[in-house]
């Protein structure tokens, strides 16, 4: 079974940063596109961003774009998430998921993605 495994979340205070880590395991993540996720209590999972095969980045949404970004680290078979200027409102559990397709391939639908991660809780507190 494929999955991804997700690490690197945790309690942060405002202004501060976190790096998310999305690692695949006895597979390779070279032929997938990437998304990155949130959901907040009581809210719909977001599609905030998402890295392509070719590594480019595409920011959905509007709260993150300039403090949020993602690389990807094909030797380490590793996609990373990494969140500065955290907010208390970026308070989620957060979500990486993949999806084998084009090298151009991006989207913030969370059907067009077929193996997700396990999620990762994100507390931006004082």
């Known amino acids: 079974q494929l999955q991804l495994v997700e690490s690197g979340g945790g309690l942060v205070q405002p202004g501060g940063s976190l790096r998310l880590s999305c690692a695949a395991s006895?597979?390779?993540?070279?032929?997938?596109?990437v998304g990155w996720f949130r959901q907040a209590p009581g809210k719909e999972r977001e599609g905030i961003l998402c890295?392509?095969?070719?590594?480019?980045?595409?920011t959905y949404a509007s709260s993150v774009k300039g403090r949020f970004t993602s690389s990807r680290d094909n030797a380490k078979n590793t996609v990373y998430l990494q969140m500065n200027s955290l907010k208390p409102e970026d308070t989620a559990v957060y979500y990486c998921?993949?999806?084998?397709?084009?090298?151009?391939?991006?989207?913030?639908?969370?059907?067009?993605?077929?193996?997700w991660g396990q999620g990762t809780q994100v507390t931006v507190s004082s």
């Open positions: 998921a993949a999806a084998p397709r084009d090298y151009s391939f991006c989207s913030s639908y969370p059907h067009e993605y077929d193996i």
């Open positions: 006895g597979w390779t993540l070279d032929y997938y596109g």
């Open positions: 890295i392509s095969r070719r590594g480019v980045v595409t």
